[in-house]
C-alpha cells in the first residue's frame, strides 16, 4: 500500500535554502509520477511542481520556477524538493503526492488539480520569516 512521508521542513530566513523529502513505501516507485503541492495558512492548496517516474519531465509552476529543483532516487523512493532562495510567500505546508501512470498530466500541468493522485503524505510545514 502508497505511504509517503514529507520531512525536511522548518525555519528559516528569506534567501535561505531547505531540502524537503518524500519518501515512499509499498510501491514500486517506478511507476509513479510525484507531485509537490502547498497549502498557506487561509489560502487553497497550490500546486508547486510535478516529476514523472523516470524524472525525464518535470514541470514547474511560475512561483517557483528558477528557484527550486524537484529529483528523485528511484532505488532509495526518496523524491526531492531542492528551494533556493525562499521567499516569505513560500511559507505553508508542503505535500507531496504520488499518482502511478500519472506522467501525462506532470507534462500538460493537469496534476495541478491534484484530483488524480493515489496518495498523499502528511505534509512538512515551511516558513520563511526574518
Known amino acids: 500500500q502508497l505511504r509517503l512521508v514529507e520531512s525536511g521542513g522548518g525555519l528559516v530566513q528569506p534567501g535561505g535554502s531547505l531540502r524537503l523529502s518524500c519518501a515512499a513505501s509499498g510501491v514500486n516507485m517506478d511507476y509513479y509520477a510525484i507531485g509537490w503541492f502547498r497549502q498557506a495558512p487561509g489560502k487553497e492548496r497550490e500546486a508547486v511542481s510535478c516529476?514523472?517516474?523516470?524524472?525525464?519531465?518535470?514541470n514547474y509552476e511560475d512561483s517557483v520556477q528558477g528557484r527550486f529543483t524537484v529529483s528523485r532516487d528511484n532505488v532509495k523512493k526518496i523524491v526531492y524538493l531542492q528551494m533556493s532562495s525562499l521567499k516569505p510567500e513560500d511559507t505553508g505546508v508542503y505535500y507531496c503526492?504520488?499518482?502511478?501512470?500519472?506522467?501525462?498530466?506532470?507534462?500538460?500541468?493537469?496534476?495541478?488539480?491534484?484530483?488524480?493522485?493515489?496518495?498523499w503524505g502528511q505534509g512538512t510545514q515551511v516558513t520563511v520569516s526574518s
Open positions: 516529476i514523472s517516474s523516470s524524472s525525464r519531465e518535470t
Open positions: 503526492a504520488a499518482e502511478r501512470g500519472g506522467n501525462h498530466r506532470c507534462h500538460n500541468g493537469n496534476y495541478r488539480t491534484g484530483d488524480h493522485f493515489d496518495g
